[in-house]
């Protein structure tokens, strides 16, 4: 079955960096792109981008442009999200998610558990 | 860039009821593209519906989605208890404000 397990819990100080991973597991991790979600404390889902496990290209969104970085390590099936120069509102729970598209629809059918950043003085 | 609207923003029914929960978008978007997600708390959105009309794996017939160029609609034809939660629309890369389905 398909499987995503997303790394633990962060406290970072504003400034910083993160780095969260994404392992996947129960199907062929380079034919599927993974994109990251995150969400604020009691807000919605806020989409950061995607990466093509295969090729490693990405698509980041505007806001996140400069300050994050999505990769993968195929060897181990692992996607990773850093964000840099973390401020407070970067707070948020962190999701992978995998896309599906097929001839009905794309959409993310799997999610991980998702990571608490937190970013505190 | 597409904004999606989710209406109502709250909506408290009574178990058993029929939930109607809207999303509507700034312009006109592929049916292909668009889902919705059921999120409680502490856990990770669920697919619910895509493709518009689709029902993802698993999910009871009891949910159901329609709609068209800019309307979409999710339908609860009758409550459970399970089912009290947050509702996201989604078309690519943006996704709608939400909308919480409480406890009368």
């Known amino acids: 079955q398909v499987q995503l397990v997303q790394s633990g819990a962060e406290v970072k100080k504003p400034g910083a960096s993160v780095k969260v991973s994404c392992k996947a597991s129960g199907y062929t991790f380079t034919g599927y792109y993974m994109h990251w979600v995150r969400q604020a404390p009691g807000q919605g889902l806020e989409w950061m981008g995607w990466i093509n496990p295969n090729s490693g290209?990405?698509?980041?969104?505007?806001?996140f442009q400069g300050r994050v970085t999505m990769t993968r390590d195929t060897s181990i099936s692992t996607a990773y999200m850093e964000l840099s120069r973390l401020r407070s509102d970067d707070t948020a729970v962190y999701y992978c998610a995998r896309e599906d598209s097929t001839s009905r629809g794309w959409y993310l059918a799997y999610w991980g558990q998702g990571t608490l950043v937190t970013v505190s003085s | 860039e597409i904004v999606l609207t989710q209406s109502p923003g709250t909506l408290s029914l009574s178990p058993g009821e029929r939930a109607t929960l809207s999303?509507?978008?700034?312009?006109?978007?592929?049916?292909?593209?668009?889902?919705?997600?059921?999120?409680?708390?502490?856990q990770a959105p669920r697919l619910l519906i895509y493709g518009a009309s689709s029902r993802a794996t698993g999910i009871p017939d009891r949910f159901s989605g329609?709609?068209?160029?800019?309307?979409?609609?999710?339908?609860i034809?009758?409550?459970?208890p399970e089912?009290?939660?947050?509702?996201?629309?989604?078309h690519l890369?943006?996704?709608?404000?939400?909308?919480?389905v409480d406890i009368k």
């Open chain 2, 66 to 75: 329609s709609g068209s160029g800019t309307d979409f609609t999710l339908t």
């Open chain 2, 77 to 80: 034809s009758r409550l459970e």
């Open chain 1, 57 to 63: 290209g990405t698509n980041y969104a505007q806001k």
């Open chain 2, 23 to 42: 999303c509507r978008a700034s312009q006109s978007v592929s049916s292909s593209y668009l889902a919705w997600y059921q999120q409680k708390p502490g």
């Open chain 2, 83 to 90: 089912d009290f939660a947050v509702y996201y629309c989604q």
């Open chain 2, 93 to 100: 890369r943006t996704f709608g404000p939400g909308t919480k």
